[in-house]
């Protein structure tokens, strides 16, 4: 958890090594993916992010709690890529079909995130109209 309070407060030097000390001694320890993973976003390194979350998938993706999070933040790796193809793929397989139903608030509000920045972003309508019901 400190590794992500150390990313939380712009020491990403100090959360990057803690996220890795955490993932070392277990690697399945969905905190220590998730902290990375917003070390990843804020330094603006979204083909590791993505190239991470899909090597170590099968290890956070065990963590019913944080693992639609960590699917969420692929999704954001994808859109800030330009993939949107591949994030809608993520959304509709995995987040939607998985964790929606039967998930916490947090996935339905990652959820609904993700769709809104997709129409932030100019994403046609009639992508995201089935998708918002």
Same mark, same amino acid.
């Given at each position: 958890?400190?590794?992500?309070?150390?990313?939380?407060? =712009?020491? #990403?030097?100090?959360?990057? +090594?803690?996220?890795?000390?955490?993932?070392?001694? =277990? !690697?399945?320890?969905?905190?220590?993916?998730?902290?990375?993973?917003?070390?990843?976003?804020?330094? =603006?390194?979204?083909?590791?992010?993505?190239?991470?979350? $899909?090597?170590?998938?099968?290890?956070? $993706?065990?963590? #019913?709690?944080?693992? !639609?999070? $960590?699917?969420?933040?692929?999704?954001?790796?994808?859109?800030?890529? $330009?993939?949107?193809?591949?994030?809608? +793929?993520?959304?509709?397989?995995?987040?939607?079909?998985?964790?929606?139903?039967?998930?916490?608030?947090?996935?339905?509000?990652? %959820? %609904?995130?993700?769709?809104?920045?997709?129409?932030? =972003?100019?994403?046609?309508?009639?992508?995201?109209?089935?998708?918002?019901?």
């Amino acid at each position: 958890m400190i590794a992500f309070g150390f990313a939380q407060t =712009n020491y #990403f030097k100090e959360g990057e +090594q803690y996220a890795l000390k955490g993932l070392e001694l =277990n !690697p399945y320890d969905g905190w220590s993916t998730h902290a990375l993973c917003h070390i990843t976003e804020y330094k =603006n390194d979204y083909k590791f992010g993505i190239d991470f979350l $899909n090597k170590t998938e099968h290890e956070w $993706n065990v963590c #019913f709690y944080i693992a !639609p999070h $960590n699917y969420w933040h692929l999704c954001l790796y994808h859109i800030e890529s $330009n993939q949107i193809d591949a994030a809608l +793929q993520i959304y509709d397989e995995i987040i939607f079909k998985r964790y929606v139903e039967e998930s916490s608030l947090l996935t339905m509000v990652d %959820a %609904a995130s993700f769709l809104f920045r997709l129409k932030l =972003n100019g994403i046609d309508k009639s992508l995201l109209k089935e998708r918002w019901s």
